[in-house]
């Protein structure tokens, strides 16, 4: 049998976030509880990570074949990663047009910006057919100037849409367009994507949860993976028993970056979030009552929402890395990235200086070299696994789901045509390389951006660090 992978790193995030904390104080989002696996226990199909990948396979499985036996392990509980901390936008992907077509022509970018538009309709009509209240609010999202040197920062991606053909798709916005959706004293002018919106990610987690339970799917949680071992059977070690099972599915996220097989196919960096108090009087006065999502052009970007009880959640991105994938507490929270969230909820909107800060907290991100997730199955044929999501997990991992279900059923579809599937991510460099190159570059692409919004001309040096990445072929960094 062979051993495919490390023993895996393990990250011990310390508190809920505040989506966490939110949905768990409603009974339906907490549910029956999923102990710990005690013993050794035999299934058909074996999948670890209980976020939104996982999940959905479980229960696109379930759905598929009722009578299958499926048992999730997760470490910690469903919701608790990013599933359950990120910032609850689904968009699908017509933001990332001009990467797509550039890494499989316009044929292969349509289908799957086509498959990823469907499944947002999807998974708007399955939270209303089982009842979970997420707070979807389908309003789509305007992307935003938020300083003179992000000014036009979208006509790549709006004239790469245009030549496949999704040009109407996209509106530019003059400033005083933007200021119809939402008022703030430094943002400019931008565009409207009239398409996908955001949701209370931890709702979708545990509303998840519970559907793939009352489906008959074993959830054991606080149950970590320390070793696994493809097969077949595919077998999971775990402190309380092993999981053995023909096929196996690896739904880890960002952890991926920590096992062998995968870790030239991702860098991890941490995305932080804040959370104001509820102050539905001063949205009133920003005139931000539609629900539209914002984000701005930053290369580390900043993408900002409302709750239906008047709160903004802001977070940013490109913060923190890892050494070697390796997952920790710091990115569970950080008080200088959490402290730029903050700020930057105040620049843009002074009148919530005064409003309290409920939340802050962070997660970590499967940043993929082409900026685009990728699915696809282990030499041995019993192994399937996505990641790679970039940012950009919530709507899409619905279409992972779907693939990684068929493949452990044997199934061939048109999900499998889609060129992310089985596609070889560009690697990045092996240790020390990608984790000193991922911080440099990352470092670089903050302090150009910062340089940028201030008015100043980046320094040259870092200007170049900042752009290398895009320089050597990955679709990352300006
Ligand atoms: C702060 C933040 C903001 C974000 N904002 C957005 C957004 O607005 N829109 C968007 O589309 N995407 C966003 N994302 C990305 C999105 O959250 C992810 O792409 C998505 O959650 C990926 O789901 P997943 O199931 O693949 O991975 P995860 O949610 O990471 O789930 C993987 C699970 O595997 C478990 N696990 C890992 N290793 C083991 C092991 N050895 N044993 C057992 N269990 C294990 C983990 O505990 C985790 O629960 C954001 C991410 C973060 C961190």
């Excluded at 935003?144 to 040009?167: C, D, P």
């Excluded at 001309?457 to 900042?466: K, M, Q, V």
């Amino acid at each position: 049998m062979a051993r495919v992978l490390a023993p895996i790193p393990m990250g011990a995030p310390l508190e809920r976030c505040w989506w966490l904390r939110e949905a768990m104080a409603h009974p339906e989002f907490v549910g029956d509880p999923a102990p710990a696996l005690k013993g050794d226990t035999d299934a058909d199909v074996l999948i670890i990570g209980g976020g939104y990948t996982g999940l959905w396979t479980a229960w696109q499985l379930k759905r598929a074949a009722p009578g299958i036996d499926v048992v999730v392990l997760e470490q910690s509980e469903c919701g608790f990663g990013p599933s359950g901390r990120n910032g609850g936008f689904i968009n699908g992907f017509y933001d990332h047009a001009e990467t797509l077509v550039d890494l499989f022509g316009a044929a292969g970018a349509l289908a799957i910006i086509a498959a990823a538009a469907q499944t947002v309709r999807d998974l708007a009509a399955w939270m209303d057919e089982h009842a979970v209240d997420a707070w979807f609010t389908r309003r789509g999202y305007i992307g935003v100037a938020s300083s003179a040197a992000q000014e036009g920062a979208w006509r790549g991606t709006i004239a790469a849409a245009a030549a496949i053909g999704l040009g109407d798709r996209y509106r530019e916005l003059s400033a005083a367009e933007v200021a119809v959706f939402v008022r703030s004293p430094v943002f400019r002018g931008g565009y409207l994507v009239a398409d996908g919106g955001h949701l209370q990610p931890a709702r979708l987690a545990r509303g998840l949860r519970r559907v793939c339970m009352e489906s008959g799917v074993r959830i054991h949680e606080h149950t970590p993976v320390s070793e696994f071992r493809a097969g077949p059977p595919a077998e999971a070690r775990t402190p309380g028993g092993t999981v053995r099972a023909p096929q196996a599915v690896l739904g880890v996220g960002a952890w991926a970056g920590g096992w062998k097989q995968f870790r030239r196919r991702i860098v991890t960096r941490a995305s932080f979030m804040a959370i104001t108090a509820p102050a539905p009087g001063k949205l009133a006065e920003i005139g931000w009552t539609s629900g539209v999502g914002i984000c701005d052009m930053r290369t580390t970007l900043r993408y900002l929402r409302t709750t239906p009880d008047g709160r903004i959640a802001l977070g940013v991105g490109g913060a923190r890395g890892t050494w070697d994938g390796r997952i920790g507490e710091r990115f569970d929270g950080d008080e200088a990235g959490t402290r730029h969230a903050i700020d930057a909820i105040h620049r843009f909107f002074p009148a919530f200086r005064d409003v309290p800060i409920d939340g802050r907290w962070g997660g970590p991100i499967d940043v993929a070299g082409g900026h685009t997730p990728c699915a696809g199955t282990l030499p041995g044929g019993n192994v399937h696994y996505a990641f790679g999501y970039t940012g950009n997990g919530v709507g899409p991992s619905h279409l992972f789901g779907r693939i990684l279900a068929a493949r452990a059923l044997g199934v061939e579809n048109d999900l499998m045509r889609l060129p992310f599937v089985d596609m070889e991510p560009k690697r990045f460099p092996p240790e020390p390389l990608r984790s000193l190159g991922a911080a440099i570059a990352n470092e670089a692409a903050l302090r150009r951006d910062d340089a940028l919004d201030a008015g100043r001309r980046p320094n040259p040096l870092i200007d170049f660090l900042a752009r290398l990445p895009r320089r050597l072929g990955y679709h990352l960094g300006p």
